[in-house]
């Protein structure tokens, strides 16, 4: 492995763009230290004027810009070289600074709660600036009716601490205690993990799938009492929280968080179940593919087609990047060759480089991207992909202030996933035979059933068990894995033969002690895939759109900034859109194989 001094500077990231030296980073960092106190001149007197207020609200943006910046150049240093000693105290120091910066400022929404509202709407008819914050205060306004007294929201803010328990249980047991048995892989033995579970799952040798599979389920299977309680205590969690600040469901309150109406939760399932029968057809192509008489939950992650292997330069990659983008336009085009150009990327591995991908950035710098480029399809897919999200940060940080620049985790992979779908959608027409086309549908069928079916799937077990949890009907054992049975034999249809061992797969899901999240990775995918098919049918209304929506920020809220490009995700079209072009290339595909 390559020593990060060995790789030539121009496949490494630039960040002296964000602080010319380490040197400048602790002069803001002593600065900024020395600041924070400040918060406390506030404390108490926003009521006084709208100067005050404004002046608040100003110095709050500041001193967390500042931290932003700080944490992430020696966060983005760290990862680097994770040994390096120097960068990872940096890293604890501005997370330090971070934490006492939101200990300082936690008056600020109670405070701004407090105040009598027609002084405060009388406050932002003042000219002093205030109206910037306009949005920042309305939001905080949002949550009046859910928010408590003061000593209540003390109480609760204290009883945290005992309630969040279920998920720590969870995560102590499934990463640290909890240990899967040894299987036989091609003469060796080797050890399930997290890590190494959908490798096997995806091994041509279905003894091996067969194997790792009751293996890995026995292991949960074998706790599944516990593992019941503990996330039945974690749905009664958020089951309390919801009720003790009068919102009508665990699920309402966990929308509302992110300005997201329920329907656009009701309107998924129903757009996807519409559609099952698309699944039921992907099964028995599946089945058909690999040739198997019946076909198995073991059966689902190994390729239908046979490995089409090629590998890319990374000069190759940016080239299929930017021919698979241009549907996006000149300006667009004409970014990302500035980030080529300009080191925006940090490329190829090195000793001690974090690994994966990621994009990432301060307000006020361009984005960074991080990969580990190692030549194969996916890596190009990943820098479309890392791109996207760092074009979306661009846009934003060019045309919205600070305040109303960082995006929602409802949008957050909209751009990303739409750059992959369009890249995806040039190579197939470029596609060389019917190999390499079958290959690539394969892969982007895989992206439909993981992302769109599967977290559907999820989404819909969390509304059924928290509601459930609500009407105090218990959530034991059996009562889990009888709803989660019922809808892998609804999602998957005929042609599959539904294992038992799969009624344990909820009881492995780290996901589900975050309630009501992944519903967003399946609303985000139909949303992309939606947009580029329009763009890609030559829509100029469609793609006008998608550049407001790139500059929105979070000034708007997800849904007008995704209504834009003409997507409206509290209806299913969307969603139905998306399953269209799942339908066109299974279509293809079960022609080919
Ligand atoms: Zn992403």
Not at 203 to 222: C, E
Not at 269 to 298: F, K, N, S, T, W
Not at 464 to 483: D, F, M, Q, W, Y
């Amino acid at each position: 492995m390559k020593k990060r001094s060995d790789i030539p500077v121009e496949f490494t990231w630039n960040m002296e763009d964000m602080f010319p030296s380490d040197e400048a980073w602790k002069e803001l960092y002593r600065e900024t230290e020395k600041r924070l106190p400040d918060y406390q001149n506030y404390k108490g007197k926003l009521a006084e004027s709208a100067e005050t207020l404004y002046q608040c609200l100003l110095f709050d943006d500041e001193c967390s810009l500042a931290i932003e910046r700080l944490f992430v150049y020696a966060r983005q240093k760290s990862d680097e070289d994770t040994g390096n000693q120097i960068y990872q105290e940096l890293t604890g120091k501005a997370q330090l600074l971070a934490n006492r910066a939101a200990e300082l400022s936690s008056f600020l929404i109670p405070e701004i709660l407090s105040m009598d509202e027609t002084l405060l709407s009388g406050y932002l008819k003042s000219d002093c600036g205030i109206a910037h914050y306009r949005k920042v205060i309305e939001r905080v306004l949002d949550k009046k009716a859910h928010t408590l007294s003061v000593e209540m929201e003390e109480l609760l803010a204290q009883s945290l601490e005992a309630t969040q328990g279920a998920s720590q249980i969870f995560n102590m047991f499934n990463n640290a205690d909890l240990k899967f048995p040894e299987i036989q892989v091609g003469g060796e033995s080797v050890r399930i993990t997290h890590g190494n579970y959908i490798k096997l799952m995806e091994n041509q040798d279905r003894t091996v799938r067969q194997n790792a599979f009751f293996a890995l389920y026995g292991s949960y299977k074998s706790f599944i009492n516990t593992l019941a309680s503990t996330f039945s205590a974690n749905v009664k969690q958020a089951v309390f929280y919801a009720k003790a600040r009068h919102y009508s469901s665990s699920r309402a309150y966990a929308l509302a968080e992110n300005e997201i109406p329920e329907n656009v939760y009701d309107q998924l399932i129903a757009a996807v179940h519409d559609r099952m029968g698309l699944m039921h057809r992907y099964a028995a192509l599946r089945r058909r593919a690999l040739g198997v008489e019946e076909l198995h939950m073991y059966d689902l992650y190994v390729p239908m087609v046979a490995d089409y292997d090629r590998s890319y330069t990374y000069e190759e990659a940016k080239a299929m990047v930017l021919e698979g983008l241009a549907p996006l336009g000149d300006h667009y085009l004409s970014l990302l060759k500035e980030g080529f150009r300009n080191r925006w990327i940090d490329v190829y591995e090195n000793e001690g480089k974090r690994s994966g991908a990621y994009s990432w950035g301060a307000y006020g710098t361009h984005p960074y991207v991080l990969l580990n480029f190692s030549g194969t399809l996916d890596h190009v897919f990943t820098l479309a992909h890392e791109m996207g999200h760092a074009l979306h940060s661009w846009h934003s940080d060019q045309n919205q202030p600070y305040t109303y620049a960082g995006y929602k985790i409802f949008v957050a992979e909209v751009a990303s996933t739409c750059n992959e779908a369009l890249l995806i959608r040039h190579m197939l027409d470029k596609a060389e035979n019917e190999k390499e086309e079958a290959y690539l549908i394969n892969h982007f069928l895989e992206s439909f059933r993981g992302t769109l079916f599967r977290q559907t799937m999820f989404a819909e077990f969390e509304a059924i068990v928290h509601r459930k949890a609500a009407e105090g009907e218990p959530l034991t054992a059996e009562s889990l894995c009888g709803i989660y049975r019922q809808l892998n034999v609804e999602y998957f249809g005929p042609d599959m033969v539904v294992d038992h061992e799969i009624d344990y797969e909820w009881a492995r899901i780290p996901h589900f002690y975050t309630p009501f999240y992944v519903y967003q990775y399946a609303t985000g995918f139909s949303a992309a895939v939606a947009i580029s098919s329009r763009i890609l049918a030559g829509d100029q209304g469609t793609l006008d759109g998608y550049v407001k929506f790139l500059s929105g920020g979070c000034s708007m809220t997800p849904i007008e900034l995704l209504k834009l490009c003409g997507v409206d995700m509290s209806t299913s079209k969307p969603v139905g859109e998306a399953l269209a072009v799942f339908e066109g290339l299974l279509d293809r595909l079960e022609t080919l194989i």
